[in-house]
């Protein structure tokens, strides 16, 4: 892939990574090019300058909810780790996209502001976090959300020439386990908090924490849950009773203690992760009517790279 020299002014570049050193699944060929942007300016001017030189682009937060390709990706991987500055604003905080959830729950408790106790114990990025609405049950991150400020693909506002501008909640809309981005990238988010002490805060976190180290495989490979939970039901439920747990295609295996999620036994390729969730899905599809729904971001495998003896 040519690029011209200027890349290098939104921050350092790396060729040929492999992603499964950025995803918390273990899983992953190589990006072709890999940036890691130190600001959300660089961010907006790298994704502008790809989109005007035609090169394909994806964006990787911790990679906690994502199984990347075995043939890794062609173009540009942004990883948001670098941007990772959290600045106090009246009573919420201002935050830049790749700060992680773990350093985000405690900055909150740490000065007092409540709201984000249910995302304590999830990894991944802000920007990641507000993809997916991430959370727990009901409540996501985005209920906390005032104003998000958004790079968007295509063309340019027409008020004021930029590609990113300032989203309400009530524009975006999204919804349970969906931050209803469309293509949009997270540049800074405004969460509304609640000013509380920090010892209360600090108790519901524990308590938060307590269960889900109960409950879920947190110390083992995973992606968190693979699946939505369908409308009144826990996707768990259904593929335990399904009869799914330990259920393995290579080294990708149902947990014995909460269905929903796939482990890493070792060795677990994206090709074996896609085979398990199609059984799962059709094995809960057969035993209970209900087709489940993927919370897993499966990228799709890079297309062979065409030969010039092919025909265009
Ligand atoms: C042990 C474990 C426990 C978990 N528990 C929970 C839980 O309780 N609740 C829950 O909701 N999730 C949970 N998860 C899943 C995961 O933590 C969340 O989905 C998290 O929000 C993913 O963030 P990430 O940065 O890792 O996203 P990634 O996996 O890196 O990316 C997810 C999506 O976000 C997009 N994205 C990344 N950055 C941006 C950006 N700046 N702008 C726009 N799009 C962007 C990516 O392109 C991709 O489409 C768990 C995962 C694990 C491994």
């Given at each position: 892939m040519f690029l011209p020299a200027n890349y290098s002014e939104f921050g350092p570049l790396r060729l040929h990574e492999p992603l499964s050193k950025w995803t918390t699944l273990r899983i992953g060929g190589a990006a072709e090019m890999f940036f890691e942007p130190h600001k959300p300016e660089h961010l907006a001017n790298l994704l502008t300058a790809l989109e005007n030189d035609g090169v394909p682009w994806?964006?990787?937060?911790?990679?906690?909810?994502?199984?990347?390709?075995?043939?890794?990706?062609?173009?540009?991987?942004?990883?948001?780790?670098?941007?990772?500055?959290?600045?106090?604003?009246?009573?919420?905080?201002?935050?830049?996209?790749?700060v992680t959830l773990p350093t985000l729950v405690r900055t909150a408790q740490g000065v007092g502001?409540?709201?984000?106790?249910?995302?304590?114990?999830?990894?991944?990025?802000?920007?990641?976090?507000?993809?997916?609405?991430?959370?727990s049950s009901a409540w996501g991150i985005w209920d906390q959300v005032k104003e998000v400020v958004?790079?968007?693909?295509?063309?340019?506002?027409?008020?004021?020439?930029?590609?990113?501008?300032?989203?309400?909640?009530?524009?975006?809309?999204?919804?349970?386990?969906?931050?209803?981005?469309?293509?949009?990238?997270?540049?800074?988010?405004?969460?509304d908090l609640e000013e509380k002490k920090p010892a209360s805060i600090k108790a519901t976190?524990?308590?938060?924490?307590?269960?889900?180290?109960?409950?879920?495989?947190?110390?083992?490979?995973?992606?968190?849950?693979?699946?939505?939970?369908?409308?009144?039901?826990?996707?768990g439920r259904l593929i335990d009773a399904a009869g799914l747990k330990g259920h393995r295609v290579g080294g990708a295996v149902v947990s014995e203690l909460h269905a929903n999620f796939i482990v890493n036994q070792g060795g677990a390729t994206a090709a074996d992760l896609r085979q398990l969730l199609g059984e799962i899905e059709q094995a809960v599809f057969a035993h209970s009517g209900i087709l489940l729904a993927r919370e897993l971001i499966v990228l799709p495998e890079p297309l062979e790279p065409r030969t010039k003896a092919e025909p265009l």
């Amino acid at each position: 892939m040519f690029l011209p020299a200027n890349y290098s002014e939104f921050g350092p570049l790396r060729l040929h990574e492999p992603l499964s050193k950025w995803t918390t699944l273990r899983i992953g060929g190589a990006a072709e090019m890999f940036f890691e942007p130190h600001k959300p300016e660089h961010l907006a001017n790298l994704l502008t300058a790809l989109e005007n030189d035609g090169v394909p682009w994806t964006l990787l937060g911790a990679g906690a909810n994502t199984v990347a390709p075995d043939g890794g990706l062609l173009g540009a991987v942004i990883h948001t780790g670098n941007m990772r500055r959290v600045f106090r604003d009246g009573a919420g905080l201002r935050v830049w996209p790749g700060v992680t959830l773990p350093t985000l729950v405690r900055t909150a408790q740490g000065v007092g502001l409540s709201g984000l106790e249910k995302l304590v114990g999830v990894p991944g990025h802000v920007g990641g976090a507000l993809a997916m609405n991430a959370g727990s049950s009901a409540w996501g991150i985005w209920d906390q959300v005032k104003e998000v400020v958004l790079w968007s693909p295509g063309a340019v506002n027409p008020q004021d020439g930029l590609k990113f501008r300032s989203w309400s909640r009530a524009e975006i809309q999204p919804t349970y386990r969906n931050g209803n981005l469309a293509g949009r990238v997270v540049l800074e988010v405004l969460l509304d908090l609640e000013e509380k002490k920090p010892a209360s805060i600090k108790a519901t976190q524990d308590e938060f924490l307590k269960l889900k180290n109960l409950t879920q495989p947190v110390k083992l490979t995973s992606a968190g849950c693979a699946f939505k939970n369908p409308p009144s039901d826990s996707a768990g439920r259904l593929i335990d009773a399904a009869g799914l747990k330990g259920h393995r295609v290579g080294g990708a295996v149902v947990s014995e203690l909460h269905a929903n999620f796939i482990v890493n036994q070792g060795g677990a390729t994206a090709a074996d992760l896609r085979q398990l969730l199609g059984e799962i899905e059709q094995a809960v599809f057969a035993h209970s009517g209900i087709l489940l729904a993927r919370e897993l971001i499966v990228l799709p495998e890079p297309l062979e790279p065409r030969t010039k003896a092919e025909p265009l």
